[in-house]
Structures are given as structure tokens and as C-alpha cells.
């Protein structure tokens, strides 16, 4: 890695130290993770400059840009213009073929240019959390959302190295695309990660060493190695908490699941908060603590089986939508046992949309009957 920006209430690179130019003040906001000062606002005209003298040194012809992202949504989404979120140029040039390098994205279609190259996909809807990742190897991109390949195309020319500015959040030569959302976490790289690579970076946890920028009366002093920690709950958590010679932490709020998890065999109940992307199998961000704190309960429990059990509302073809509710259970079991619980442990089951739990007739009974449960066998 030769850049990283985490952003978290700081425009400093972590892995060389420098720091961002912004064009204005910058507003700090929720990351992906949801907490607090962890991402960068951009409103339509901010803009992160960084000149790099060694930037042809460090990234040559292969690359792989990192990237959390959130589109705020436009009075017309399907009339979105390109939303920049890294371009690589010189200022004043203006054209197709100005900037050395280029990545953009729309409800649509995805970009990484010097010369108008870009991809027609399925993409962005506003107000969601994205992991988006482009790799390139010579003249072959591939493209990645959340984790998994969206698209691959190639460059119509490939690109020469320089020590142009770098900007993150607009296009050059500054009058033209800005970036209108939240950027979080940005990385670069001078490989072209692995689609497994690729897939470990959006399963990566909370780091270690996070400071929280609103620091209050510590709820949890000393923690123990290979011990969880349980916070209770309380509307707005902002915590500094400091780890020595330890490894991994899981920190929770305490809520209902808790309680199920220590049910006997043949308990019966809903992942409260996970949530997926509408009519796709893949889980929003957001979803991370309940997944961890299953994933925490089997590894604390390894003789416990479980069955996960996909449902959805009854919008749409009744077996597209089993079809769905199978995929996206099949999706969580093969997280658990990327994070080491052994598949036999998992067994799943999708039922659609014949099982409800509410009505279908108002959206906050479709929500409620778009779910995953869980038996304890």
C-alpha cells in the first residue's frame, strides 16, 4: 500500500504522513463503520489536493484504487452527471484526454480513463455505503463493489506515470465534476490485489486504535486478551478506549440478540440489523456488528449448530424471490466460515416470501418480513 487516507478527524496519510490541502474547510461525518468523525464530507465543491514528487515511483503500470463511498442522491438520480472520486492532472487542461488518470462512477456506469474508457453497470443508489475497488494490470481493469467483481473492460490506451497533482473528491481542471457525498478510508495501491485480496479488505473489522473525536468518561478501563467486552447501551457511544498488548477486541452494544444467543437447542429468532441490499444478496455495512456477534457466539460455542433461514417480502416473482432469500443466507455462512466456522456447523434454507411475520400491505411490515433467522439446532 502507498497511500492510505482513513479520513478518521484527519487528512494525514498513514502511511507517509502527509497531509491533504483541502480547497476549503472540511466537515467530518459518520464512516461506514457508522461512528463518529471517521468520514469526509464532500458538498458539490470540496476538493483534497495532494502534489507528490514521488508518485511515478511509487505507482507505475499497475495499480488498485480502494475506496468507501456515499452518493448524497440528486433532485434526479437517473440524470446523476459523473461523480469524481480521484483524478490524477494537471490544472487549466480541459478535454477527454487531460487528465493522466481518472475514476468516476454514476447510477450506471463506472469510469477509469485517460481516454473516455468506461463501463455500463449496475451501480449506485444514494444514501448507501459502497466498498469500491478498481484494479489495473496494463490495459485490464476489473472493478469491484462490495467485495465481489462488477466489471471488467479494457483501456482503449494505457497511461504514463508522472508526478501530476492528485486529487480526491474532483475533476480537473476544477470546474467541471465534484464528488457529492461521503468518501471513507481511501487506499492505493501498487498491485493489482487479488480478487481474494479484494474480498478481505471489505470484510476487514473496525481497526485497532481508533480515537473517537468527542471523548467522554470511559465505560470499559481494562480488557482482558481474547475477552469480549459488552457496552451497555446507551443512545450516542463516543469512546477512547486504550488497548496494550492485545490483539483483537469486540465491543457491542448490548441488545436483544444478546439475550437470544444464550438460548437453548431449538431456539428460534431474527438477526436484528442486518440488512441487505434491496433485490441483491449483499449485506450493507451496517450489518457488521450483528454479524460479528454471531460469528463471536459460534466460535465462544463451537459444538452449537445452526440453521440460517432467508425470507423476504412479497414484492416481485415468488421464485426470484426465494431464489434470493437462499442466496443471501448462503452469503452469511460463507463469511462465517471465511472467519473460520466450519460449514458444517451451517446449514440454509430460503423460503421467499411464504413465511411473514408482518404484513405485506405497509413498507415498515415489508421491512420486518425482509430477514434472516436463525435456529439453534
Known amino acids: 500500500m502507498v497511500y492510505h487516507f482513513d479520513f478518521n478527524h484527519t487528512l494525514t496519510d498513514k502511511v507517509s504522513s502527509t497531509t491533504l490541502v483541502a480547497n476549503q474547510s472540511v466537515d467530518y461525518t459518520k464512516d461506514h463503520f457508522l461512528m463518529?468523525?471517521?468520514?469526509?464530507?464532500?458538498?458539490?465543491?470540496t476538493a483534497l489536493e495532494w502534489k507528490d514528487s514521488r508518485f511515478s515511483s511509487k505507482v507505475k503500470k499497475e495499480f488498485t484504487?480502494?475506496?468507501?463511498?456515499?452518493?448524497?442522491?440528486?433532485?434526479?438520480?437517473?440524470?446523476?452527471?459523473?461523480f469524481t472520486i480521484f483524478c490524477k492532472g494537471k490544472q487549466g487542461k480541459e478535454g477527454i484526454n487531460s487528465p493522466q488518470l481518472r475514476f468516476q462512477v454514476t447510477s450506471e456506469t463506472v469510469s477509469l480513463s485517460t481516454d473516455n474508457t468506461w463501463k455500463k453497470t449496475n451501480l449506485f443508489l444514494p444514501d448507501v455505503w459502497y466498498h469500491l475497488v478498481v484494479s489495473c494490470k496494463g490495459n485490464k481493469v476489473e472493478?469491484?463493489?462490495?467485495?465481489?467483481?462488477?466489471?471488467?473492460?479494457?483501456?482503449?490506451?494505457?497511461?504514463?506515470?508522472?508526478?501530476?497533482?492528485?486529487?480526491?473528491?474532483?475533476?480537473?481542471?476544477?470546474?467541471?465534476?465534484?464528488?457529492?457525498?461521503?468518501?471513507?478510508?481511501?487506499?492505493?495501491?501498487?498491485?493489482?490485489?487479488?480478487?481474494?485480496?479484494?474480498?478481505?479488505l471489505f470484510n476487514e473489522p473496525m481497526m485497532k486504535g481508533?480515537?473517537?473525536?468527542?471523548?467522554?468518561?470511559?465505560?470499559?478501563?481494562?480488557?482482558?486478551?481474547?475477552?469480549?467486552?459488552?457496552?451497555?447501551k446507551i443512545d450516542t457511544v463516543y469512546q477512547k478506549i486504550t488497548i496494550t498488548k492485545i490483539d483483537t477486541?469486540?465491543?457491542?452494544?448490548?441488545?436483544?440478540?444478546?439475550?437470544?444467543?444464550?438460548?437453548?437447542?431449538?431456539?428460534?429468532?431474527?438477526?436484528?440489523?442486518?440488512?441487505?441490499?434491496?433485490?441483491?444478496?449483499?449485506?450493507?455495512?451496517?450489518?457488521?456488528?450483528?454479524?460479528?456477534?454471531?460469528?463471536?457466539?459460534?466460535?465462544?460455542?463451537?459444538t452449537i449448530k445452526i440453521q440460517l433461514e432467508g425470507h423476504t417480502d412479497n414484492r416481485g416473482d415468488k421464485s426470484e424471490n426465494q431464489k434470493l432469500s437462499k442466496l443471501r443466507v448462503n452469503n452469511v455462512k460463507r463469511w462465517l466460515c471465511q472467519k473460520g466456522v466450519e460449514k458444517e456447523r451451517i446449514s440454509t434454507v430460503g423460503f421467499g416470501d411464504r413465511r411473514p411475520i408482518a404484513s405485506n400491505t405497509t413498507e415498515e411490515g415489508k421491512r420486518k418480513n425482509r430477514r434472516v433467522e436463525v435456529k439453534i439446532l
Open 143 to 200: 472493478f469491484y463493489v462490495n467485495g465481489r467483481e462488477n466489471a471488467q473492460f479494457e483501456l482503449k490506451k494505457g497511461w504514463i506515470s508522472n508526478n501530476d497533482p492528485l486529487y480526491i473528491g474532483k475533476d480537473v481542471p476544477g470546474n467541471l465534476e465534484y464528488f457529492d457525498g461521503v468518501i471513507d478510508d481511501f487506499r492505493m495501491y501498487n498491485k493489482a490485489l487479488s480478487p481474494s485480496d479484494v474480498l478481505s
Open 36 to 45: 463518529e468523525c471517521g468520514g469526509l464530507r464532500f458538498e458539490h465543491n
Open 249 to 302: 477486541v469486540h465491543i457491542y452494544q448490548t441488545d436483544s440478540i444478546y439475550n437470544k444467543l444464550s438460548e437453548q437447542s431449538g431456539a428460534h429468532f431474527v438477526l436484528e440489523h442486518l440488512e441487505f441490499y434491496q433485490s441483491l444478496p449483499d449485506w450493507k455495512p451496517s450489518s457488521l456488528p450483528t454479524l460479528n456477534k454471531l460469528l463471536d457466539y459460534l466460535i465462544k460455542n463451537p
Open 210 to 232: 481508533v480515537n473517537f473525536c468527542h471523548p467522554t468518561t470511559p465505560l470499559v478501563s481494562q480488557v482482558q486478551v481474547q475477552q469480549t467486552v459488552i457496552v451497555p
Open 65 to 82: 484504487i480502494a475506496v468507501w463511498a456515499k452518493a448524497n442522491a440528486p433532485e434526479e438520480w437517473d440524470d446523476l452527471i459523473w
